[in-house]
């Protein structure tokens, strides 16, 4: 069975620092799939950044990246100068195998983000 | 048009009452999902519908009954709730022709049962 966890409940960062969300996973698959989600208080999830077992660079979009360390089994986000609009919680979520023609998520327990301005 | 819709936004029904909730993608998607998310705590999977067709259920109690009737819409029919099923419910869809099967996410209905 796959496991995601996020040991940080609660995260504080200063506006326009950078912050590092940490998340570990478990699984037997050697292909999966990574994903952040980012859930403000309106409640809709965000996609933010996607990592595949494969790929040998490490994904960024924009202000995200990841930081993968495939042998640790470690898929940190890093937020790099950080906005008031980032307060919110992110999850991280796993996809296993393809043999389905859907994808079937576990998410970690979630980290609050809180940016001080 | 890359937009899951929910409605309604916000349901509140009693114990009694029967009410469905409503999804609605047109990206073409061919896979659906209802979660149930207790605030703080992760979303939990519910259904998944897979070319109109439900492939999972996890253990989902009668009283939450899905319906897709076609590729574009997902219907989640409420009866006889408790007061536990309270909680946001967000549709999602994705796509297998997507390298990532990443799944798009509706806004979510609040249900409130009294």
């Known amino acids: 069975a796959q496991k995601i966890t996020q040991t940080q409940p609660g995260m504080f960062v200063q506006e326009k620092e950078a912050v590092t969300l940490d998340c570990t996973y478990d699984?037997?698959?050697?292909?999966?799939?990574l994903f952040w989600y980012k859930q403000p208080s309106s409640g809709e999830m965000i996609f933010l950044i996607y990592?595949?077992?494969?790929?040998?660079q490490n994904a960024t979009e924009g202000r995200y990246s990841l930081n993968f360390q495939k042998a640790r089994k470690s898929a940190n986000l890093v937020i790099s100068a950080s906005q008031l609009g980032d307060s919110a919680m992110y999850f991280c979520?796993?996809?296993?195998?393809?043999?389905?023609?859907?994808?079937?998520?576990?998410f970690g327990q979630g980290t609050i983000l809180t940016v001080h301005p | 048009d890359t937009e899951v819709t929910q409605t309604p936004k916000h349901l509140v029904m009693g114990m009694t009452n029967k009410k469905s909730l409503k999804c609605e993608q047109h990206?073409?998607?061919?896979?659906m999902y209802w979660y149930k998310q207790k605030a703080k705590k992760p979303p939990e999977l519910m259904f998944v519908?897979?070319?109109?067709?439900?492939?999972i259920n996890e253990s989902v109690p009668s009283r939450f009954s899905p319906e897709c009737p076609n590729s574009s819409l997902l219907n989640l029919h409420l009866h006889a709730l408790q007061p536990e099923d309270s909680a946001l419910y967000l549709c999602?869809?994705?796509?297998?022709?997507?390298?990532?099967?990443?799944?798009?996410f509706g806004p979510g209905t609040r249900l409130t049962v009294t």
């Open positions: 999602a869809s994705s796509s297998r022709l997507a390298p990532t099967y990443e799944q798009y």
């Open positions: 699984t037997s698959d050697q292909s999966y799939g």
């Open positions: 990592q595949g077992s494969y790929d040998e």
């Open positions: 979520a796993m996809r296993e195998g393809r043999g389905t023609s859907y994808g079937k998520l576990t």
């Open positions: 990206m073409g998607h061919r896979a």
């Open positions: 519908y897979s070319y109109e067709k439900l492939s």
